[in-house]
């Protein structure tokens, strides 16, 4: 089964960035799409970026952070959540799903998660 590892998750201040990673080791992700979300504590889990498909487009089906990016390395096997101008409110656990067909950024329709990684923005 797909296990998918998330890290680069930290403290950063308002206006900073960070970038998140999404890492498999037994798969290839390419043969997946990718979504990245997130839950903020007593909030519901909700989409954080587009999508990427398998050959590195992306599709956007909702209204998305247009501060954050998502972006495919194919060699490293990673997908990344590049996220800028990082505000308060974006503080909250970051998690990667994957799934094999495309999907709406609905997250019970997703089949693969990862344990998610904790993202602070605070002065």
């Known amino acids: 089964q797909l296990q998918l590892v998330e890290s680069g998750g930290g403290l950063v201040q308002p206006g900073g960035s960070l970038r998140l990673a999404c890492a498999a080791s037994?798969?290839?992700?390419?043969?997946?799409?990718i979504g990245w979300f997130r839950q903020a504590p007593g909030q519901e889990r909700e989409g954080a970026s587009c999508?990427?498909?398998?050959?590195?487009?992306?599709y956007c089906p909702d209204p998305v952070k247009g501060r954050f990016n998502i972006s495919r390395d194919n060699a490293k096997n990673t997908v990344y959540l590049q996220m800028n101008d990082l505000k308060t409110e974006d503080k909250a656990v970051y998690y990667c799903?994957?799934?094999?067909?495309?999907?709406?950024?609905?997250?019970?329709?997703?089949?693969?998660w990862g344990q998610g990684t904790q993202v602070t923005v605070s002065s």
């Open positions: 799903a994957a799934d094999t067909v495309l999907k709406p950024l609905v997250p019970r329709l997703w089949a693969y």
């Open positions: 999508v990427s498909k398998s050959d590195g487009s992306t």
């Open positions: 037994e798969f290839r992700l390419d043969y997946y799409v």
